[in-house]
């Protein structure tokens, strides 16, 4: 059964950092198009950044430019979020989702969330003095 579980997620204060984790089980994640969502309460899921299946293209939604980056490591079949600079409006709960590769592998989206197949559970973020 192929899975997508998020870690990594917690309390931090303003202007901190995390790591958050996407790992596959019952698939290896290379060639797939991963990308990373949140969820904020009472607001719709949007989409925070994107890798492709290559790795050649990588996109970030303008609030996350310059702050967060993402990375994948075929090797241990995850892929990262790495979030720097913390706001208050960066909580929520973060989740990432696989495009599979028969679509192919150069491109990824922000959008919509249906053009990715499979979806983690989500990790919660806090961002709080």
């Keep these: 059964q192929l899975q997508l579980v998020e870690s990594g997620g917690g309390l931090v204060q303003p202007g901190g950092s995390l790591r958050l984790s996407c790992a596959a089980s019952g698939f290896t994640l ?24 290559a790795a050649t293209t990588t996109y970030y939604t303008n609030s996350a430019k310059g702050r967060f980056t993402i990375s994948r ?41 249906t053009w990715y197949q499979y979806w983690g559970q989500g990790a919660q973020v806090t961002v709080s003095s």
């Design 73 to 113: 490591d075929n090797a241990l079949n995850t892929v990262y979020l790495q979030m720097d600079s913390l706001k208050p409006e960066d909580t929520a709960v973060y989740y990432c989702a696989a495009r599979s590769p028969q679509y192919g592998v150069l491109s990824c989206q922000l959008g919509p969330t």
């Design 30 to 53: 290379d060639d797939y198009a991963i990308g990373w969502f949140r969820q904020a309460p009472g607001k719709e899921r949007e989409g925070v950044s994107c890798i492709s299946g």
